[in-house]
């Protein structure tokens, strides 16, 4: 049976549906979802205005009430959900039962922030009037998603949006609607009023940008590529609502002469390969001082060889597959590119057949590449990391710097003043010292410099920010 939309409570066919495939077996059909349009979109921003009035008047209670439950039924459903979302992103397994907890815990935070609501009332500068500022719901909130986080990133979107009483539009990406598609089960089931939550499914270039240049959305967010961005952003601009952009990164990880080496090599294979280095916070460039070089290079291209790469539900797979056909070629199409440009394939690089057809690719270590080469300037968003040769701290500090992406930045050292000069310096979001540049808490922000975010930072108690505006109040009250 066709999953349907989710507009004003009623669950909504489109004018066609699309089969959800399982990128570790191309013969599993996880199922059909259908398609909005524009007309949906339309009747799904109306809805959202009358869902914000009820929603908001059921008060902060009730609104805690609904996200705690939320959070407790994603939890409760995690097995379940952790294999739909392997299944339909080829993470595996353990990564994507962890995914499904991280967006229960999001629920379960932000349930929590409903409550902790503040203020400020002051005297104001002329005698005899009373100041208030006060924090309120900015509206209607649409929300962009894309593919590698199908759970946890509209979790991170939605739990801060419901708890400060907007009404919600998501629009998840094409390649993944099934875990959406649970999630807008399980926010109707936990009581939300008709039209809160809204789910619009269908090809970005379409449902995205009409969401973007609608004049009913009073502010959107999105997570996605760069180029797509620009257009949410340029829409945004035109029809005059808030934006928020989490886009790539070419996140660094520096390893020093006095790293742990073994610690330093498990820190790049994680950052750069969990996850089929589908995460716009893996390291796909690793800044290696003269001195470790060599070790560093050979433990860590062993290290990739001996990767598993499998089907996402096999227990023994360590590295699912890639998410699609185009990806997958994106991928090797990158790997042609640094070997034009003169770096040498140290390890993987090659798919991989399984018992079953998907997109198998075993990781690629690069090294001898230099940090003007496209490999290392472009985000492949893919299983594929590369080594910059650096002579000290000063150099490597300047290469992690030099890109047009600032989300996160990493160093492995025993040394605390370079460990502390570099989370002074280094120009990212998120900094992290003898830890993989991925893999983030979820009560904290998120978030980066440069070009990869536009706006204030996403998730713990900072997302207020983007989700809630100020109202500044004066009571005359000596009149
Ligand atoms: P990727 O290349 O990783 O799929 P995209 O930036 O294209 O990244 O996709 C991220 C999200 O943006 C997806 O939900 C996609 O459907 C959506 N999207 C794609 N094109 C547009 C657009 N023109 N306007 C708004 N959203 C879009």
């Known amino acids: 049976m066709t999953k349907l939309n989710l507009i004003g409570g009623q669950w909504t066919a489109g004018t066609s549906a699309k089969a959800n495939t399982n990128p570790s077996d191309i013969s599993d059909v996880i199922g059909e979802f259908a398609d909005a349009d524009q007309t949906l979109v339309d009747q799904a921003v109306a809805a959202a205005r009358d869902g914000q009035t009820a929603w908001q008047a059921m008060g902060i209670q009730a609104r805690c009430d609904v996200l705690d439950r939320v959070g407790n039924t994603i939890l409760a459903r995690k097995d379940e959900l952790g294999e739909l979302l392997a299944r339909e992103e080829g993470k595996i397994l353990p990564e994507a039962t962890g995914e499904v907890v991280r967006a229960g815990q999001i629920f379960k935070f932000f349930a929590g922030e409903v409550l902790r609501q503040s203020g400020e009332l002051t005297d104001s500068v002329r005698p005899g009037i009373e100041v208030s500022v006060t924090r309120h719901a900015v509206g209607v909130v649409a929300l962009i998603t894309p593919w590698n986080f199908p759970i946890a990133i509209p979790a991170w979107k939605i739990a801060p949006a419901l708890a400060w009483g907007n009404a919600v539009i998501l629009k998840p990406a094409e390649l993944v609607p099934g875990s959406a598609h649970a999630l807008a089960e399980i926010l109707v089931e936990a009581g939300l009023p008709d039209g809160a939550f809204n789910l619009v499914m269908g090809p970005g270039s379409v449902i995205g940008q009409a969401l973007s240049d609608h004049a009913g959305v009073d502010s959107i967010s999105f997570t996605g590529s760069v180029g797509t961005g620009q257009k949410v952003a340029q829409a945004a601009l035109a029809s005059g609502k808030k934006f928020q952009l989490e886009m790539g990164g070419k996140n660094p990880l520096v390893v020093l002469d006095d790293a742990n080496l073994d610690l330093a090599v498990e820190c790049a294979a994680n950052g750069a390969f969990y996850s089929t280095g589908q995460r716009c916070t893996a390291s796909s460039r690793l800044v290696v001082t003269d001195g470790i070089h060599d070790a560093f290079v050979e433990a860590l291209a062993e290290r990739t060889r001996t990767l598993r ?171």
């Open 309 to 479: 790469v499998g089907p996402a539900l096999a227990p023994d797979s360590q590295v699912g597959p890639v998410i699609d056909r185009a990806q997958l070629e994106k991928n090797l199409s990158y790997i042609e590119i640094a070997k034009a440009e003169g770096a040498s394939l140290a390890a993987g690089g090659n798919t991989v057949a399984c018992e079953t057809e998907g997109f198998f690719l075993q990781p690629a270590l690069f090294c001898e590449t230099d940090n003007a080469m496209r490999i290392n300037q472009e985000e492949v968003f893919g299983p594929v990391a590369s080594v910059i040769r650096v002579k000290d701290f000063e150099d490597a500090l300047s290469i992690a710097n030099d890109t047009g992406f600032g989300l996160s930045s990493g160093i492995m050292t025993g040394s605390l003043k370079y460990a502390t000069e570099f989370r002074r310096r280094a120009e990212a979001g998120m900094v992290m010292v003898n830890a993989p540049t991925a893999g983030v808490d979820y009560h904290v922000p998120f978030g980066g410099m440069k070009g990869s975010s536009y706006g204030p930072r996403e998730q713990g108690a900072l997302a207020r920010e983007f989700y809630s505006t100020v109202r500044t109040g004066y009571v005359n009250w000596a009149a």
